[in-house]
């Protein structure tokens, strides 16, 4: 509307003054047109300042609510304060076994299978493609967590820090230590997994045993901080980096799963 | 009523001595409304309670309590009663024929006029409407044109059915609007073509085609009297649009430019206000009646009323006009650097006034003419920046209602940006602005702005963040952005609905919070 489209090398609409202009009958002078039809009835009936402002108020209020913003949420509301209210109850959901929180019902569906299902992770180990991209609409699914994650950042526009990079938190050293490590470890977890998706033909019981306790590793929080929060404040929020991604654990081993935390 | 016959007790309350009770009651009621009322007090239709030629002394204090009090089925049986009474009165003839059709319309009109919900669908479906027809008559007595075309005016008050239900009588009472009828009833015409003409565009074209305009543009040549504030009032009513062909009508009427300069400079404030609002819609619909006005000088008429005035209802329209012709006419614009030192300052000073002001309006229309002065050259940004407006702008960012919030939003943006000359280059940021704004304090409020439910908000936030963080000096723009949880502000994004704010988001947290954020320090 306003602002031109000044886009440069980030694809970014950076700010560009222009003039702006509304029609006579356009919803911005509504509040001015309201006010100009109180006023002059103020005279006729008698009303006091205090009454105009009254209904004023009134009328304002049931006019310019706020609709949510939510593609396919019908809500109007009356206040910024009920909006964020709204918003926490119908357009967050929370997930029973780990407590996170998240913006629909869908990403919290899809948390839920990738880190509480256990057939999610055997049809996993069997090759199909499992790991939906989270943007909705698109429908591609992939392999792995990590190839979603490339197709999250080339195809959708992602930072290529979400999720990997703590920010605020750490402390220098920290961040230094976690970056060390990240780079030999992902590396070895990529091999694991893609080996093991090549190699997963017959379920036999061993495996099966394997792949329940490694989605044992995958539930709820573990000591290290380690992800980008979305949204909702400090700690809570969309972590969809399983822990077997970061630790390092043998993931074929029938021994007694780790530590459930 | 208190009624010296003045020109300027026309409107003045139902008073009486008596009816304080009556009048408590009355604003009680009136507070409490039904969705019903509330939205007939906001809509641009009058009701008539005081008679344009200064009020009756007969109605005086017994009529009124005896009419508030009534109950509506009451009510509704007399008006019936009345309209028999009319019917009967019209058809017959002989003797003293003509004082029973004033008293039965007189009857008609009190009951019109006196109660809280007019029985107006009594008074239809009765079949009033042909018999005013009947009594607009040419030749009537002023006495019976009067209180027929009383009665129309308050029947066009109601419901968008009961004002379509003057059609039949719009000819007539355009005929009487002539300059050979009387004061009072031409005024009491305008009126109801006024009530008419607000109902809806249909209405407006109608009257148009049968030829409103002209007559009713001459009403106010005059330099005073309430018929020019009825008539101004029912003018802009008749070319508010959207459609502006009624203004191009206008503006070609002969002299009519001029008696709206007349009247913004000299007029009481009661008149100006009705000749404003015609000017709020010519300054938006005619192009030809702009640079008129503008040749004529009307910038520096509105800044004056601007700052002279304490009246709510009249500082609305004129800072409309102001900003109207500020974001329609580079010509305007042009004024405002080039006019003398006065105006100049004036402009700026009478907009810093209204941001001062109490009323949400006038804070937030301010802002829009500021915005739009600030869109203009670097003299009008360096303008504003350097005038006692600035200090009001960034409190206002912080502390008022979320839609002044947005105007100051792009006050503050625009004066950081020079406009960008091709459509693709990056517009340049002024940073001596950039800085000095953001030292104010107003990054909090934008990034406020990001959270914000409304698209076009959230948009304007992340555009400023990104000038902050491109342009203030020594790559301070992250941190700052950080320390205001401007971070946390743009993850919200990450799965909005809305793909374009989720690309700037991401794009700004890629480019600006990427991995080696943080690491050198």
Redesign the interface.
């Known amino acids: 509307m306003a602002m031109g489209m000044a886009v440069g090398e980030l694809g970014f609409p950076y700010w560009n003054p222009l003039r702006r202009r509304f029609p006579p009958d356009s919803p911005f002078f509504a509040s001015g047109n309201v006010e100009r039809e109180l006023l002059a009835k103020q005279v006729a009936l008698d009303f006091t300042e205090d009454e105009i402002t009254n209904l004023q108020t009134i009328v304002e209020t049931e006019s310019r609510r706020i609709s949510c913003p939510i593609v396919g949420c019908p809500e109007r509301l009356k206040s910024l304060d009920n909006f964020e209210d709204h918003y926490k109850t119908r357009h967050t959901a929370s997930c029973s076994v780990c407590s996170r929180v998240y913006p629909t019902s869908r990403l919290l569906s899809i948390h839920i299978s990738e880190a509480h299902d256990s057939f999610f992770q055997a049809k996993v180990a069997r090759g199909y493609d499992m790991y939906e991209c989270l943007v909705e609409g698109c429908g591609l699914k992939f392999k792995s967590y990590k190839a979603r994650h490339r197709h999250l950042i080339d195809k959708h526009k992602f930072p290529t820090t979400f999720e990997f990079f703590k920010r605020t938190q750490l402390s220098k050293k920290r961040r230094e230590k976690l970056q060390r490590q990240r780079v030999p470890k992902l590396k070895h977890e990529e091999d694991k997994e893609e080996a093991s998706s090549d190699a997963m033909e017959v379920e036999d019981k061993a495996s099966l045993d394997g792949l329940v306790s490694a989605l044992s590793t995958l539930t709820t929080s573990d000591t290290t901080p380690s992800n980008v929060s979305f949204g909702r404040r400090h700690g809570r929020g969309l972590t969809f980096v399983p822990r077997s991604v970061h630790r390092e654990k043998p993931t074929n081993s029938s021994s007694t799963p780790g530590s459930k935390t | 009523m208190a009624d010296d016959g003045s020109a300027s007790n026309r ?5 009486s001595s008596v009816g304080n009770v009556a ?1 408590q009651r ?2 009680q009621q ?2 409490t ?1 039904a969705k019903e009322r ?1 939205e007939s ?4 239709k ?2 008539c ?1 005081v008679g344009t030629n200064g009020g009756d002394d007969e109605d005086a204090f017994v009529e009124n309590e005896m009419m508030i009090d009534e109950e509506q089925p009451v009510l509704e049986a007399q008006t019936v009663k009345a309209v028999e009474e009319l019917k009967s009165a019209v058809q017959s003839q002989g003797k003293g024929v003509m004082q029973k059709r004033v008293t039965a319309l007189r009857e008609l009109r009190r009951l019109l006029s006196k109660s809280e919900f007019p029985p107006i669908d009594a008074a239809l479906s009765a079949g009033a409407i042909p018999l005013l027809v009947q009594c607009l008559s040419f030749g009537s007595p002023d006495e019976q044109l009067l209180e027929s075309a009383w009665c129309l005016t308050n029947i066009a008050a109601g419901k968008p059915e009961e004002t379509k239900a003057l059609l039949p009588a719009l000819p007539l009472l355009v005929a009487h609007l002539g300059e050979k009828s009387s004061a009072p009833v031409a005024e009491q015409c305008a009126w109801a073509i006024g009530n008419v003409a607000g109902e809806g565009e249909e209405l407006r074209n109608v009257l148009l085609s049968q030829g409103a305009l002209p007559p009713l543009a001459r009403m106010i040549f005059p330099d005073k009297g309430s018929t020019v504030r009825t008539a101004a009032w029912a003018l802009s009513n008749l070319i ?3 459609e502006s062909k009624a203004a191009a009508q206008l503006v070609r009427v002969d002299g009519i430019v001029d008696a709206i300069l007349r009247h913004l400079k000299k007029t009481d404030e009661e008149i100006a206000t009705e000749i404003a ?1 015609i000017v ?2 010519l300054s ?2 005619s192009d030809i009646a702009t640079s008129m006005l503008l040749k004529g000088g009307i910038l520096q008429l509105l800044v004056e009323r601007l700052a002279t005035s304490d009246s ?2 009249l500082l ?2 004129v800072l ?1 006009s102001l900003g ?1 012709f ?3 006419d580079p010509k305007a614009m042009l004024t405002i650097l080039v006019g003398g030192q006065n105006t100049e300052e004036n402009i700026i000073n009478v907009l810093a006034k209204c941001l001062r002001s109490e ?3 006038l804070k ?2 301010a802002a ?1 003419v500021l ?2 002065i ?3 050259s670097i003299e009008h940004k360096r303008m504003i920046h350097s005038s006692e407006a600035m200090p009001l702008l960034l409190r206002l960012l912080s502390t008022s209602p ?2 002044i919030k947005k105007e100051v939003a ?1 006050v503050l ?2 004066l ?5 000359e091709g ?5 340049r940021i002024i940073q001596e602005h950039l800085v000095s704004i953001v030292s104010g304090g107003c990054l909090r409020g934008f990034i406020d702005l990001v959270r ?5 908000a959230a ?1 304007l936030g992340l ?2 963040i ?2 902050v963080l491109r342009g203030m000096p020594n790559g301070e723009g992250s941190k700052l952005v ?1 320390g205001e949880d401007g ?2 502000a743009m ?2 994004f ?5 793909e ?1 704010l ?3 988001a ?6 600006y ?3 080696d ?3 050198d ?1």
């Open positions: 409107r003045d309350p139902i008073k009048g009355r604003r009136a507070v409304v509330r007090l906001v809509r641009a009058r009701l309670r508010k649009g959207p609002w709020v819609y938006a619909l709510l209802q609305i329209p409309r109207n500020v974001s329609v009323h949400r309006v937030k229309e829009w915005s739009n600030a869109a203009g979320f839609d792009y943006g625009n950081c940006v020079e406009s960008a459509g693709d280059a990056r517009p914000s439910p409304d698209i076009e948009r555009q400023f990104e000038l950080e971070i946390d993850e919200r990450q799965f909005h609905e809305n374009e989720r690309v700037m991401n794009s700004l947290v890629d480019k919070f990427g991995e954020y943080g690491i320090e």
